[in-house]
């Protein structure tokens, strides 16, 4: 036979891992080049290991890029790393009379004969959470005979900024109370539980009437 031509020759192995190895596919123990061409198929074991680490590096380009979603909308929420503020919060008494003139006007025409004197409706609901609980406060005032920045002062848990609160009672803590444990704190004689609850009764079908 006359010398091995690579360039003439050519023949294609698919061998099995192990037996591709022990061919020395790519070279002879010589040094010289092999006239055989072998396609080695990696073994089942180690594919899933590779298709594993690939899986791997996905789920950490998931991880950081929803950090990073996150990283942004903490940024977009009041610049602040706090989740709390990523939560959007709902419009305090004052606020929900200030964006409906409509609604402030009906509404303080509706609880005039409940209003403190020369007190406006917008004044009065200062520091309140909800319009709602504002109105339920004006009742219980008004029907138990509370001095409202005695009960204000209980159920919000700040101080009045204006009015005579001197022989106030202030909450525990100066924390804010519910409407009926307020009650309960400046008007024990009477049942608490029934009277918040007949307010804020009466406060939600204002607040209906005058949205209507």
Not at 5 to 15: D, E, N
Not at 56 to 76: D, F
Not at 140 to 159: A, D, P, Y
Request: hydrophobic letters at 40%; charged letters at 20%; one cysteine or more.
């Amino acid at each position: 036979m006359g010398e091995y031509q690579p360039a003439k020759v050519s023949k294609f192995y698919s061998l099995q891992w192990p037996t591709c190895r022990k061919a020395n596919c790519l070279a002879n123990a010589n040094g010289k080049s092999s006239p055989f061409t072998c396609a080695c198929s990696r073994p089942v074991g180690q594919r899933l290991l590779s298709e594993g680490v690939n899986m791997k590096k996905r789920w950490i380009i998931a991880v950081l890029t929803a950090a990073l979603v996150l990283l942004v909308a903490a940024k977009a929420a009041a610049q602040s790393y706090n989740p709390i503020h990523w939560i959007k919060k709902s419009p305090t008494a004052s606020e929900q009379l200030a964006a409906n003139g409509e609604l402030s006007k009906k509404l303080a025409s509706q609880l005039q004969a409940l209003l403190p004197p020369r007190t406006k409706l917008e004044d009065a609901c200062t520091a309140f959470r909800q319009l709602s609980e504002c109105v339920a406060t004006l009742y219980v005032s008004h029907n138990l005979k509370i001095r409202f920045n005695c009960l204000k002062w209980n159920v919000t848990g700040v101080q009045p900024g204006s009015g005579n609160v001197s022989s106030c009672s202030a909450p525990d803590g100066e924390k804010a109370l519910s409407l009926a444990r307020a009650i309960r704190t400046l008007k024990p004689e009477v049942d608490a539980k029934a009277e918040a609850k007949n307010a804020e009764k009466r406060a939600q079908e204002d607040i209906k009437d005058a949205s209507s």
